[in-house]
């Protein structure tokens, strides 16, 4: 019966219908968390920010829209936005494990080979990998890893203003490749 | 930057609005363009669109044991305090048969007003030993902790006082929790949280171990702003509590 679209489960868990909360819960608490994680790096804080993450998606489910992009990636974009208030509102977090590392020299893209299990995250991976490397790590780094520009800066050797060259020139690229159009 | 801006220079930023990477002046600036722009509101909106597509290819990771049962306990409490209704009977009630039940139900983003007591008929009970001091969660206690601010007492549901909690000034200011008799009452194996609520409704968790009788935790707020203090279990429920009067 749970063998639903994102779409259709996310609708029941809009609707406030238990059993389609749990099992939108269950298909993606791991995405959740760990972006969660990634970005906020201690597990503690990570469970908060998921938890976070479910009651905003359920309190502003009215402001999805299907035509912009799918569930997964706007629960993703809200986890984001979480993650990052919670790191702002602590001024500072530890130094990254190593099973999250945002060493540039590392590819997330590899871990736990997930992405070959999703089909959405294989596409954007595609045309992630057609970008220029130097382009693809500063982008990887400001949005999985939650690393301001500066962060990137220090962490690689190199002008701000070039991780941020770098970020803009990746994300307007990803567009065109992606056919986004204006909304 | 002073001044507003033109939409050539909004297009020059857009990414970094739609990554959220601008911060003070800049952000005001951006924002104040785009709230009369709807053209370079677009724009922002269609990077934002790319940059959650990116966000699919985040690594994935296993929450804590019970993670599910604690978001869904979260999602009815909101539930019902976003529409005024008592909170539903469904996972409000905790399964009989534990050696000890706790002193309400579970915990939740409730304002003060709103902070029901559940009198369960509590069984906890304070032992007469005295309180082993052990190394704190994230503070040590004689590392020369700040002075104490705010003491309340920790009671179970029956109003039965188990322990204290105690906001510390200091940088960063703390809070210490004593339950003389908690590491004899729990079982080792189970997962136990602090939690500190503040006034404004945000609440953070650190795990504290089944061995000890005491942590302490440094506060991410100022000390003022401390509204609850509680002790939970791995599925949400809080065992004790202590309020912090505004």
Partial sequence: MWEV???????????????????????????????????????????????????RAWRFAASFDERRGSVAAWLLGITRNVALDSVRGRGRRPEPVAQASPDLAVDPLDVGGAIERRADARRVAELMGSLPEPQRQALVAVTLWGMTTREVSEMAGIPQGTVKTRVRLALRKLRDEMGVRLP | MTGPLRCSQLRDMAPDVALGLLTGEERAVALAHLEGCATCRAEVASLAGVADEVLLTAPEATPLEGFDRRVLARLAEVRAAETQAPAPGRGTERAEGARFRPRHGRAGRRGRHDRRRLAVGATFAAAAAAVVLVAAVLVNRDDGSGPTLATAEMTTGVGEVVGTATVRGGDPATVAVDVPGWDDIVPTDATYWLAIELEDGSRTMTHIGTDATWWEVPLRAPADEVATVSVLDGEGWVWCSAEFPA
């Fill in chain 1, 5 to 55: 679209s994102d779409e259709a489960l996310f609708a029941g868990y809009a609707s406030g219908d238990p059993e389609a909360a749990a099992h939108f819960v269950d298909r993606f608490q791991r995405r959740v968390y760990g972006l969660a994680l990634a970005i906020v790096r201690v597990p503690v804080d990570a469970e908060e920010v998921a938890q976070e993450t479910f009651v």
